[in-house]
């Protein structure tokens, strides 16, 4: 199903696109998860006042990113500044939940003409009993094996946009006798989420020390581990530097 499809159903001809990141234009510089930071938008192109419902997506990638909120545009400022108010469309039921992958690479402004490149890609359940913080930084992650396991069965957007975009050297502790273990991650695709995935459905990840770990203490005996990200890489980088940064 297209976006374009999605605003018929709901009686909306008269929209425009804005796609906020992939480190172009910022959505965190006017909205935060409530929708609101400023009552000013910068904006150069598809400013109309009235009736016109902007569609406000976040960018997960080149050609991938999800649907926040909408808004309409209340006041001109000055050329390019503009106070705006949040609009009320179906489409907010999927609020950081449904991904359109678009045909064209990232652009900021794309004018209803464009909708029918827009395509439902995934929409991810709610997170109403969501135990995991919302991803801050790559710094900040420490998960327990169990909200690693949530994390990966529930593919939390926010968590595989940033470790499937990454290669990665990482830690694992054992918090029951705190030793530790040192790993990469530089698969092709999703990299770092990809080799995480394997945890959180075997514990041991195919490691050859864990596995026999597994097999003395049982599958209960992970739940005291944690993952930490130690060191990323972006996807060019090669495996050799990877490895040789594990090494270290």
Known sequence: MTLDQIMKLDGIDNYYIWWYG??????????????????ELDVRRGALIGDCVILVLDGIDGQRSKYMFAVRLTEKIDSTHFKWQKAKISLDKYSGRMVFKCKRKFSFYNSSDCGSDFVVESITPPETDRTVEQFRDYDSVELTFVQLKEVIERRYIDYYEHLSCVKAVYMIIDGNTGKQYVGSAYEKKESLWARWSVYAETCHGNNQKLIELYNAKGPEYFDQFKFIILQIFPKKASDKEI??????
């Open 22 to 39: 992939v480190g172009v234009n910022n959505i965190g510089e006017y909205f935060d998860e409530n929708g609101f930071v400023s009552n």
């Open 243 to 248: 490895i040789e940064a594990e090494s270290r």
